[in-house]
C-alpha cells in the first residue's frame, strides 16, 4: 500500500470515527456538553469543535500555505448544529482534497505557516498523518466523557472500520 492510499484510508476512518461520535452526542442533553467538567478544552462541544476546526485549518495550510482562523478561534461554538455543521464542510473538503492528490503531492515538502505565524516545511504526507492521529487522540478522550454520561459511540478502533464491522 502506498502512502497515498494509506492516507486515504485514514481519512476515510476518521470521517467515520468523527460520525460517531456526533451521533452519540446527539444522544446527550445540551447542557451536559457544555458542562466543563468533563471535556479537555472547555466543554464537549468545544473539544469536537477543536477537532473539526484543525481539519479545516491544516486543510487550508496544504491549499494555501496558511491558516485564515485559528483552531482557537473556532472554538467558540456554542451548539452541537455549529458543529455538525463544521464537520460536514471540513470532511466534504478533505474528501475532495484526499481524492485529487497524487503521491508526489504527498511526499513533496509543503511550506506552510503555522496558528503563530511561524514558517515551517513538513512532507504532505507527516501533516496529513498527523491530522488524522490528532483527531484519533482527541476522540478518545470524546469517547471517554461520552459513555460516562451514558451515550458511548461504540467501538472506534481503525481495523474494525478496515474490516467493514461499522
Not at 120 to 141: F, K
Request: aromatic content about 8%.
Amino acid at each position: 500500500m502506498s502512502k497515498l492510499e494509506l492516507i486515504r484510508h485514514l481519512y476515510g476512518y476518521n470521517e467515520w470515527a468523527n460520525s460517531k461520535l456526533l451521533d452519540a452526542a446527539s444522544r446527550v442533553p445540551a447542557e451536559q456538553l457544555l458542562d466543563a467538567r468533563v471535556a479537555s478544552w472547555g466543554s464537549l462541544i468545544t473539544d469536537l469543535a477543536h477537532i473539526g476546526g484543525a481539519q479545516a485549518v491544516w486543510l487550508s495550510r496544504w491549499q494555501i500555505g496558511r491558516n485564515p482562523t485559528s483552531v482557537i478561534g473556532v472554538q467558540g461554538m456554542t451548539t452541537l448544529d455549529e458543529v455538525h455543521a463544521l464537520f460536514d464542510e471540513s470532511h466534504a473538503g478533505l474528501r475532495e482534497y484526499v481524492s485529487i492528490i497524487t503521491e508526489d503531492a504527498v511526499e513533496s515538502e509543503l511550506d506552510y505557516s503555522d496558528s503563530r505565524g511561524n514558517q515551517n516545511r513538513r512532507p504532505l504526507w507527516q501533516l496529513m498523518t498527523h491530522v488524522a492521529n490528532h483527531g484519533t487522540y482527541h476522540r478518545g478522550e470524546i469517547a471517554g466523557a461520552l459513555t460516562s454520561l451514558g451515550s458511548s459511540p461504540g467501538d472506534l478502533d481503525f481495523v474494525l472500520w478496515e474490516l467493514g464491522i461499522r
